[in-house]
C-alpha cells in the first residue's frame, strides 16, 4: 500500500513562500516515479479543491486558475519526492493541504481527470497565511 507524507506547511506572512513536499514512506516499498501526483487543499467549512498536478515523468503539469502564476508543482524522482513551491500567498490559500496518487488505474502516471481518479492521501500539511 502507498503511504503519502507531506511536510512544509507552517505560518506565512501575506505575500510570503513557502515549500511543500510529498514523499513516500520508506517503509511502503513504493517509489513516486510510477505516478502522477496531484495537490489538493481544504479550507475550513469549504470543499476540498484540487491545487495542481505533475504528470510521473515530470513532462505534464496543470493549475488551478485561483494559484496559477503564483505556484510551481515539481519532482525529484531521484529522491522520491513531489513539490509545491508556493510564492506571494494570500489570505484566502490557508487551508489544510494533501497530496495524493491513483495507485490503481491505467492513467495512473497521467494528470487527466485527476481530481475524480486519486485514491491514497498524505494526512495533510496546514499552511496559514496571516500577519
Known amino acids: 500500500q502507498l503511504q503519502l507524507v507531506e511536510s512544509g506547511g507552517g505560518l506565512v506572512q501575506p505575500g510570503g513562500s513557502l515549500r511543500l513536499s510529498c514523499a513516500a514512506s520508506?517503509?511502503?516499498?513504493?517509489?513516486?516515479?510510477?505516478?502522477?501526483i496531484g495537490w489538493f487543499r481544504q479550507a475550513p467549512g469549504k470543499e476540498r479543491e484540487g491545487v495542481s498536478c505533475?504528470?510521473?515523468?515530470?513532462?505534464?503539469?496543470n493549475y488551478a486558475d485561483s494559484v496559477k502564476g503564483r505556484f510551481t508543482i515539481s519532482r525529484d524522482n531521484a529522491k522520491n519526492t513531489v513539490y509545491l513551491q508556493m510564492s506571494s500567498l494570500k489570505p484566502e490559500d490557508t487551508a489544510v493541504y494533501y497530496c495524493?496518487?491513483?495507485?490503481?488505474?491505467?492513467?495512473?502516471?497521467?494528470?487527466?481527470?485527476?481530481?475524480?481518479?486519486?485514491?491514497?492521501w498524505g494526512k495533510g500539511t496546514l499552511v496559514t497565511v496571516s500577519s
Open positions: 495524493a496518487a491513483d495507485t490503481l488505474g491505467r492513467l495512473r502516471m497521467y494528470c487527466s481527470d485527476y481530481t475524480s481518479r486519486v485514491d491514497s
Open positions: 520508506e517503509f511502503t516499498g513504493f517509489t513516486l516515479d510510477y505516478y502522477a
Open positions: 505533475i504528470s510521473s515523468s515530470g513532462g505534464d503539469t
